[in-house]
């Protein structure tokens, strides 16, 4: 649209400015009620959402007959709160393996595939190569095709290989993501060819190029993909429940599911919470670490991607 | 003489390495595709077509797995149930997650962070831990959500959630619904703030309200991640799993009302052993879903011309 006034001097260039504005008075008045009104579905939502996690805590604090009496927790008297379902669930041969296991197995599958997706990613944004738009369409239609369809003939396969109650059949399928390349791909395209061209003229390698010059630059999403990654991780079950089968293999959501199903946590349900809330505090703490670069991560891949 | 010597076979290892660089650093996911995806998934396409017991043991039956498959009513039953689940999944999470994140967006709301952070803690809880958190909060005696249905209505309530078949897949919902909706605010959060502002200002001096601002600025600006959030979302239900299977400690659920697809490969592949049936259920939720996806990309495609 033309704005009026587009000849007038500065203060008045402003359309909006100038533009009469009907204040009407009943409005004015309703507004804090409005703005009231604005936050209740914002604040039942957020209820909804946190009072679940708040419920978690305090069932793994509460003893015996208090995880039934209360609700939340025993106001009238605290001191009845313990850390007593913690000392069962470490006290229970298995958990602890479960958690370190997990620990391992997220860790170092996170730094391989960002590791890998990276470089692959690197490749895609900065040079031209034979077969790329080829590999292009491969890893879109890779995207597109449901895991499960893979199960059956992947497992065959691990049978084969001997990888069966191995990480390996764990760690090295799912030691590149498509996903992540795309997410490199899309970062590293603003890294300017000048700063390549730099370091090759100073005798780097292309290795180096990418280690030096181009991860720095992509950090945000270096974290942000790590925490994806972590998460994906740290919350997989169907494929590990398949190729896991020693019980000091497993890791915390195989373990958990199946003590769930024990009868003994029919009553005793407090130290499964405890089993919950100690598998889901590891990647709060790391979300809490690399809560900016998700968020800016986040936020890059969903407007551009 | 040899230093020269040095300085060109310093050359050529340098083009070399130029050269061969890219194809160094895709290979991981070259290599990893042939084995690992192209290699599994013409051996699924071959025992859909196989009955075996466990890895070892197999013969060759034909079609004779998707035969069965047509009449197998478990078969169809989880059909029922993932759809179901999916529909009411998508009809519930995409307009409560906009909805939240257009209030969101606005600028008389306080506390942003707080709020964010808050709708985004759920996505932090991997989908079995959700269940087993959730076992608890529906159980009938002691669960929360009971005791919440109790103060509200002042009645004592005892809605045995996950011992109900009609109840199976609305529990599941509501843990699917916990998991996600938060998740999906973010993302329209971010398409909302990257909507240019001057088209508002623009609206508002052509004197379009509220409604007509959302209709004829809002949505067409963020309708490509709307769309892919509604393509993910579908997918995701489609391959539900994790939750009904660990709330119904590790079954289907009453009388199979928690039945899904992927639960039925599972059960088929690795508890019956046949992963020659399971391959043909497998492809199966292929079709499925690259016919849904298909739809809805026509339909978006559609609301492109006009």
């Known amino acids: 649209m033309k704005r009026p006034f587009a000849d007038q001097p500065d203060s008045v260039l402003d359309y909006r400015a100038i533009t009469p504005r009907r204040t009407d008075p009943r409005r004015v008045q309703l507004t804090p009620l409005v703005t009231f009104l604005l936050h209740l579905p914002l604040l039942l939502g957020a209820l909804v959402c946190t009072v679940p996690l708040v419920w978690l805590v305090c069932a793994t604090l509460k003893s015996g007959q208090d995880l039934f009496k209360y609700d939340f927790l025993p106001w009238d008297h605290l001191d009845h709160l313990t850390l007593d379902n913690f000392r069962k669930l470490v006290a229970r041969d298995g958990f602890t393996r479960w958690l370190c296991n997990s620990i391992f197995l997220s860790c170092l599958q996170a730094s391989i595939v960002v590791t890998l997706s990276s470089l692959g990613g690197f490749a895609l944004a900065k040079y031209k190569f034979r077969g790329k738009a080829v590999l292009t369409t491969l890893m879109v239609l890779t995207m597109l095709l449901p895991a499960q369809v893979l199960m059956a003939g992947s497992y065959e396969l691990m049978h084969h290989l001997g990888w069966i109650n191995s990480y390996a059949a764990i760690l090295v399928p799912g030691s590149v993501s498509v996903f992540g390349m795309f997410l490199f791909r899309q970062a590293m395209r603003q890294v300017p060819d000048e700063l390549l061209h730099a370091g090759r003229i100073d005798g780097c390698s292309e290795l180096r190029i990418w280690w030096d010059i181009c991860l720095p630059i992509v950090r945000p999403m270096i974290g942000a993909f790590t925490l994806m990654t ?12 398949i190729v896991l089968q020693d019980e000091a293999k497993y890791t915390l959501p195989i373990g958990l599911a199946n003590m769930m199903s024990l009868p003994e946590f029919q009553t005793e349900y407090g130290v ?3 089993g919950t809330l100690l ?16 968020i800016a991560g986040l936020s890059s891949g969903a407007v551009k991607g | 003489m040899n230093r020269t010597a040095s300085k060109a076979t310093h050359i050529s290892w340098w083009g070399w390495q130029q050269r061969l660089s890219p194809y160094l650093f895709v290979a991981p996911f070259v290599l990893l595709f042939a084995v690992f995806l192209l290699y599994p998934l013409t051996r699924s396409l071959a025992l859909s077509v196989q009955k075996t017991i466990g890895p070892r043991d197999s013969r060759f039956v034909g079609a004779a797995n998707f ?5 197998d009513r478990l078969f169809w039953l989880a059909v029922a149930n993932t759809t179901g689940y999916a529909l009411a999944f998508l009809l519930l999470q995409i307009p409560a997650a906009l909805g939240l994140a257009i209030l969101l967006n606005s600028q008389r709301i306080k506390a942003k962070p707080v709020f964010r952070f808050a709708f985004f803690s759920t996505h932090l809880v991997g989908s079995v831990f959700v269940a087993v958190l959730f076992s608890q909060i529906l159980s009938p005696r002691s669960g929360l959500l009971n005791h919440l249905l109790s103060a509200i209505t002042r009645r004592p309530i005892q809605v045995n959630w996950l011992a109900e078949p ?7 919902l509501l843990a699917g619904l916990w998991l996600s909706i938060g998740y999906a605010m973010i993302y329209f959060l971010a398409a909302l703030q990257s909507v240019d502002q001057d088209l508002y200002e623009a609206a508002r001096v052509d004197g379009a309200g509220n409604w007509s601002q959302f209709w004829h600025v809002t949505l067409p600006g963020i309708r490509p991640v709307l769309l892919f959030m509604i393509l993910v979302g579908t997918i995701g239900a489609f391959q539900l799993f994790e939750l009904p299977y660990v709330l119904f400690q590790q079954s289907p659920g009453p009388l199979s009302r928690a039945l899904t697809i992927v639960m039925y490969l599972f059960i088929t592949g690795w508890s019956v052993g046949d992963l020659g049936y399971a391959s043909a259920i497998g492809w199966s939720l292929v079709v499925l879903i690259a016919g849904v996806a298909f739809v809805q990309w026509r339909l978006g495609r559609r609301g492109d011309d006009t």
Request: no cysteine; aromatic share 18%.
């Open chain 1, 230 to 241: 972590f998460i994906g991780s740290w919350n997989s079950y169907l494929w590990p429940q």
């Open chain 1, 272 to 274: 499964l919470m405890a």
């Open chain 1, 279 to 294: 598998s889901v505090l590891p990647v709060v703490l790391l979300f809490f670490v690399l809560q900016k670069d998700f």
């Open chain 2, 67 to 71: 035969r069965f498959l047509l009449k």
């Open chain 2, 166 to 172: 009609e109840l199976a897949l609305p529990s599941v």
